[in-house]
């Protein structure tokens, strides 16, 4: 079974910043995508960001767009999530999670196409 442990998360205020980091255990870590997915209280679980087995491609959700930065460390079987200028509707567990099929160069934004996750963080941002 793929294991896959978030940390990194915490308290901020809005304007702030803080990297998230995804361990995925494996010995074939780049053969596939990784995506990033959040779920605040009442609400169901939404596409964040997400990054090819590679890195060679990324996207995006658009509230997040010019603020988070998803990147990866092969080597380390280590996936990141880099969010700056937090905002408060930012609050949510963040989770971590692998695609089900390897060795596409595409990136999915569909929740169907992650097979495996983690246990997640909570991120607060407070205004």
């Known amino acids: 079974q793929v294991q896959l442990v978030e940390s990194g998360g915490g308290l901020v205020q809005a304007g702030g910043s803080l990297r998230l980091s995804c361990a995925a255990s494996?010995?074939?870590?780049?053969?596939?995508?990784m995506g990033w997915f959040r779920q605040a209280p009442g609400k169901e679980r939404e596409f964040v960001a997400t990054?090819?087995?590679?890195?060679?491609?990324?996207d995006y959700a658009n509230s997040v767009k010019g603020r988070f930065t998803i990147s990866r460390d092969n080597a380390k079987n280590l996936v990141y999530l880099q969010m700056n200028s937090l905002k408060p509707e930012d609050t949510a567990v963040y989770y971590c999670?692998?695609?089900?099929?390897?060795?596409?160069?595409?990136?999915?934004?569909?929740?169907?196409?992650?097979?495996?996750w983690g246990q997640g963080t909570q991120v607060t941002v407070s205004s």
């Open positions: 999670a692998r695609r089900r099929l390897s060795g596409v160069f595409s990136v999915t934004s569909d929740i169907r196409d992650y097979a495996y």
């Open positions: 494996g010995s074939t870590f780049s053969s596939y995508g």
């Open positions: 990054i090819s087995g590679r890195g060679g491609n990324t």
